[in-house]
């Protein structure tokens, strides 16, 4: 089979994809940027698909669920990636920095609040992923950020005096 | 028969389409208020006149009633429509309006000021022979604190704003020490969302269900109820799903608390058309009221479907002073309506918002099918405003039909570009608990099957392999690239997916 280039951003995935599945695409139509067609399964049963290419994305509408695709995001811009390193706390919507909470060298708790988002006029409390110390805050109150954005970096585990 | 000859809605998103589309069948003048990144939006473009109020946030446009007035008078509206959020239940707006010379379409200044404070709203309702829950007095920001008010409580409580509504301004919190930042938190919320940041604590009932009675009274004192709507199936104290008939209600119940509603409506002297909030224990069959909005309800659609009634045009009728023509005895509904709000909202990550371009929004028809939508597809969906695009509503002659409606539609509904709750809700309405009927609030924390990730199977490796085609196919793709090819049988193998012949791509 052919290798991947691209990685799915959505839905998070959570088991391998690339096994062998008995499945038939069939392209009924593509017309200004969108391909349609069926989907037929392995038992049988189709299911209509509507897709798209929007610049480095691919969007994919199966069966209920919309999926996006992307090239893999080159390490030095992997901070902005679903999968944070532990130390990382990244804003988990897209919005604007109403509080922030500590700052450098402030002790922490698990579960304490670092700094709220508000976002579609919701506040997200952004809450500290463990007990630790704060070794850096990223962002500034009225600054907007977008998912996914880093916001504090704890001291590493281990690093502590 | 003539109400008004112009209204200007203030309001955007599918509740000013929603207004806009009755006003136009009457055959009422329309006016439209935007903000800038609505400038495009769909309200805008249906009024038969839109004005832009020019900012970006919700405190300079549609909350700013300076403007909004100004601007309806200027265009020689006689009235104004708020839909809901913003200053649908502001009183000061009100009161300005009638200062202006210009028609609320809602209750009094009054009404609206007694509702929108829950402690006097609750009193209201004692008086009226309503069962309350347990609460405490209004919380200011730097006021020492709160031993004294929990205590008379206990925890776990919610924190809940004054002016509250869509669970703006709610928090529960479990643990004494976490008050005050929730009490904080709350505040800032409130004050944003509704310009009022007044707090209150509340006892916390798990396990409960969430019924409303919607109510009509005209200027008259004629009030009747247009029965319920169950609304137990929410997320951060926001409602996802709604449905009636609810299926906790027996007649008896159905009686008491409709009863209870139309006492609640006249103690608190409204007109318009409002809603009467219970809590149900379910286990009990005891009912508590909760709150009056003073305002229409973002999940009317339900009760209009089963009715076959217009609320919209209710509201603009009552607020014209004419009075209501229906007597209780001819509130007989029709057959199950259910429905399911289309939020932006990412429901693999804790319910998230979502913002973007909308790719693609192809919303399904057919038998029983109804969208109030607010937007179209291309529009950018801003990080400024709520987050819920539009409510897909089903009607059926029973339950199960309306149910099997919104599945379907739920499934042929392409929206790309910008991640929704549909995966969420489609497995939702699968759910035997809510198949049955016996859910509650915590429907969604009891079943994180709801919002874990989808496992991979046939589909997921069906899109995977429809992207990297697509990835691999460069070039500009013509408007005529029509292929209408069909698969080639098992004998095309490549790679593991037959009949993919590589003509299928252009």
């Known amino acids: ?161 | 028969m003539s109400v008004f000859s112009k209204v200007l809605v203030a309001n955007r998103g599918e509740i000013a389409v929603r207004v806009l589309q009755t006003l136009q069948a009457m055959g009422i003048a329309t006016a439209a208020v935007y903000a800038d990144p609505d400038a495009n939006s769909p309200h805008a473009g249906l009024a038969d006149e839109a004005f832009s109020l020019g900012g970006s946030t919700a405190e300079e446009t549609y909350l700013d009633r300076r403007k909004i007035i100004e601007l309806a008078l200027r265009c020689g509206a006689e009235a104004v429509h708020p839909g809901y959020g913003f200053l649908a239940e502001n009183p000061a707006f009100s009161r300005e309006c009638a200062e202006a010379g210009l028609v609320f379409i809602g209750p009094s200044p009054e009404t609206i000021e007694l509702l929108g404070d829950k402690i006097r709203s609750k009193e209201a309702a004692v008086i009226a022979g309503v069962p309350v829950v347990p609460s405490s007095p209004m919380w200011t920001p730097g006021e020492s604190l709160l031993d004294g008010l929990s205590s008379q409580i206990g925890f776990p409580l919610l924190v809940k704003a004054a002016a509250g509504g869509g669970g703006r301004g709610m928090r529960i919190v479990e643990r004494v020490q976490d008050l005050e930042t929730a009490l904080e938190s709350a505040n800032r919320e409130a004050a944003s969302a509704f310009g009022d940041g007044r707090v209150f604590l509340e006892r916390y009932i798990p396990a409960a269900r969430h019924v409303e009675f919607q109510v009509l009274a005209d200027s008259s004192g004629n009030t009747i109820h247009l029965l319920e709507r169950e609304c137990s199936i929410q997320r951060r104290y926001q409602k996802v799903i709604e449905e009636t008939p609810s299926p906790v209600l027996n007649d008896d119940l159905r009686t008491r608390m409709a009863a209870s509603a139309v006492a609640m409506a006249k103690s608190a002297g409204y007109t318009n058309a409002g809603t009467v909030e219970f809590l149900v224990d379910a286990q009990t069959g005891e009912y508590y009221f909760l709150e009056m909005n003073a305002r229409i309800q973002v999940e009317h659609p339900i009760t209009e479907e089963t009715l076959r009634l217009d609320m919209v045009e209710w509201q603009t009728r009552i607020a014209a002073g004419k009075l209501i023509s229906l007597s209780q005895e001819d509130i007989r509904p029709s057959g199950h309506a259910v429905e399911c709000r289309i939020y932006a909202e990412d429901p693999y990550s804790n319910f998230a918002p979502a913002t973007g371009r909308l790719l693609a929004w192809r919303p399904p028809s057919g038998m029983g099918i109804r969208l109030d939508s607010g937007v179209a597809e291309g529009q950018e969906i801003s990080a400024y405003y709520d987050s819920m695009l539009a409510k897909l509503v089903a009607w059926g002659p029973d339950r199960q039909s309306a149910i099997g409606r919104m599945q379907r539609a739920l499934q042929s509904f392409p929206v790309l570009g910008v991640t929704t709750n549909i995966p969420f809700l489609i497995r939702a309405i699968a759910h035997p608990d809510f198949r049955s009927g016996g859910y509650d609030t915590g429907f969604i924390a009891r079943h994180p099957e709801l919002t874990a990730s989808p496992e991979s199977n046939h589909l997921n490796g069906a899109a995977v392999e429809i992207a990297e085609r697509i990835w691999r196919s460069a070039g500009p793709i013509g408007g005529s690239n029509m292929s209408g090819q069909s698969s080639a049988g098992p004998q095309a193998t490549q790679g593991p997916w037959r009949g993919l012949s590589k003509s299928t791509f252009p």
Not at chain 1, 50 to 57: E, N
Not at chain 1, 68 to 73: C, D, E, L
């Open chain 1, 1 to 161: 089979m052919t290798t991947r280039r691209l990685q799915q951003l959505h839905p998070p995935e959570s088991t391998l994809v690339g096994a062998r599945y008995q499945a038939d695409i069939e392209i009924a139509a593509t017309s200004q940027g969108r391909w349609e067609g069926q989907v037929q399964l392995g038992d049988g049963r189709t299911t209509p698909f509507l897709a798209l290419r929007d610049g480095q994305q691919v969007h994919v509408w199966l069966a209920g669920e919309s999926y996006v695709f992307a090239p893999p995001i080159p390490i030095a811009r992997a901070h902005r990636s679903a999968q944070p390193a532990s130390d990382d706390v990244v804003s988990p919507v897209p919005g604007v920095v109403m509080t922030v909470l500590v700052s450098a060298g402030d002790a922490v708790e698990a579960a304490q609040d670092l700094v709220i988002i508000e976002s579609m006029k919701t506040e997200h409390l952004v809450k500290s992923p463990r007990d630790g110390t704060v070794e850096q805050v990223l962002v500034q109150e009225g600054q907007q950020v977008e998912r996914g954005v880093l916001l504090v970096v704890l001291v590493g585990v281990g690093e502590e005096r």
